[in-house]
């Protein structure tokens, strides 16, 4: 996706996901974004649930990448939680390890909401340190390559061949 296109889709979501109230037109937005994303347009006259789809919409740009998500619910389907706001949605595609954290530590959901649980954020930690050490011992083994290759080139001896054409030189 192209970074106009995100920036105008997330202005779009940001713009519907705080209206009063949902029209048509913007129904038909939310709509082609989840075709676009590949994502379930849940059809409704509902205006919450098209706020909800529209920040489903956003939160799915806004993340870096579904694959670094551990946390994930037991079946696929959405689940509904009561929050201190009300009745709030979870969704697979959106859930991220922080928010499942928080839900478990609020109390509003049990261990078992999850298929697998969320990593603490000391294992997080420990987990990004282990990945900047292995980017480092990386680093420092290509820079090694290339001191080798460097010495190496230096010390090709660089030798002049006879021309073929056998002409004579011009003195002049």
């Known amino acids: 996706m192209k970074k106009e296109r995100k920036a105008f889709i997330l202005a779009r979501v940001r713009e519907i996901a705080n209206s009063e109230h949902i029209d048509g037109a913007m129904r038909k937005d939310l709509q082609e974004f989840c075709s676009e994303l590949g994502i379930e347009y849940r059809v409704g006259n509902c205006d919450n649930c098209a706020r909800d789809t529209a920040v489903q919409i956003y939160a799915i740009l806004r993340t870096k990448s579904g694959t670094d998500r551990v946390c994930v619910l037991k079946n696929e389907r959405y689940h509904y939680v009561w929050s201190a706001k009300g009745k709030a949605h979870i969704y697979p595609e959106t859930l991220t390890d922080e928010y499942a954290r928080e839900l ?7 261990d078992d909401f999850f298929a697998v649980l969320p990593p603490t954020e000391e294992e997080e930690a420990e987990t990004a340190r282990k990945k900047a050490e292995e980017e480092e011992v990386a680093r420092k083994a290509y820079e090694a ?10 010390k090709v001896e660089w030798v002049e061949t006879p021309k073929d054409d056998n002409t004579a030189e011009m003195v002049g």
Request: aromatic share 0%; net charge neutral; no cysteine.
């Open 104 to 110: 478990l530590a609020k109390g509003i959901v049990k």
């Open 145 to 154: 390559e290339q001191v080798r290759l460097n010495e190496e080139a230096l």
